[in-house]
């Protein structure tokens, strides 16, 4: 199980990190991503990290602005999301595969974030 928090809303330029905690064990053989949706679009991916952190991937409307990072013994991962823009507010879902997987497999509730302009 999946839960994130963090969310919120804020001004255009503000800064927010999201939390996403994993219940079960063998969390650190699992890869960790960030994903979100915006009202009348499709979910797009934001951010990934590799199971044991040394290893990140974001898409290009969110490179240099977000970071990604995870605490294996806490079972936590997280985003730190700064110079946020409008079009950044979406619900944002945190997802996770195993390392044996190619598609993430378990996926939390997720977290408004909504920015202002």
């Known amino acids: 199980q999946l839960v994130e928090s963090g969310g919120g809303s804020v001004q255009a330029g503000d800064s927010l990190r999201l939390s996403c905690v994993a219940s079960?064990?063998?969390?650190?053989?699992?890869?960790m991503g960030w994903f979100r949706q915006a009202p009348g679009k499709y979910r797009e991916w934001v951010a990934s990290i590799s199971d044991s952190g040394s290893s990140t991937s974001y898409s290009d409307s969110v490179e240099v602005r977000f970071t990604i990072s995870r605490d294996n013994a806490k079972n936590t991962v997280y985003l730190q999301m700064t110079s946020l823009k409008p079009e950044d507010t979406a619900v944002y879902y945190c997802?996770?595969?195993?390392?044996?997987?190619?598609?993430?497999?378990?996926w939390g509730q997720g977290t408004q974030v909504t920015v202002s302009s």
């Open positions: 079960g064990p063998h969390f650190n053989r699992y890869w």
């Open positions: 997802a996770a595969r195993s390392i044996l997987s190619t598609e993430y497999e378990n």
